[in-house]
């Protein structure tokens, strides 16, 4: 007999357009949330699925693009879908900058 453990999460969808600091659309990065991950669109446009007490979204590291964070503004996150027209992010802290 195995013994597995669950975790449940209430989870949202989130429809939004991620900007970096100079306000600058991304596109085709993939994106991590808690709960899962997806690719920006060519149009710039983002659909994932992410928990509720997720305050940070993370845009992988490409090229000679460096990794991005994504603070999730305050929301109401009981909808199931929540639509932010753009989400700003910056640049990850490196090891050096810590």
Do not use: H, W
């Amino acid at each position: 007999m195995q013994y597995v453990k669950v975790r449940t999460l209430k989870t949202y969808t989130l429809v939004s357009m991620l900007q970096d600091e100079r306000g600058t659309l991304l596109t085709q990065r993939y994106v991590s949330s808690d709960v899962s991950g997806a690719m920006i669109n060519a149009e710039g446009v983002l659909t994932l699925d992410s928990g509720v007490a997720n305050p940070m979204l993370t845009v992988s590291a490409e090229a000679e693009k460096p990794q991005m964070l994504c603070p999730l503004p305050a929301a109401d996150r009981e909808q199931t879908v929540v639509f932010i027209s753009a989400l700003r992010c910056r640049t990850a802290p490196t090891g050096a900058e810590k």
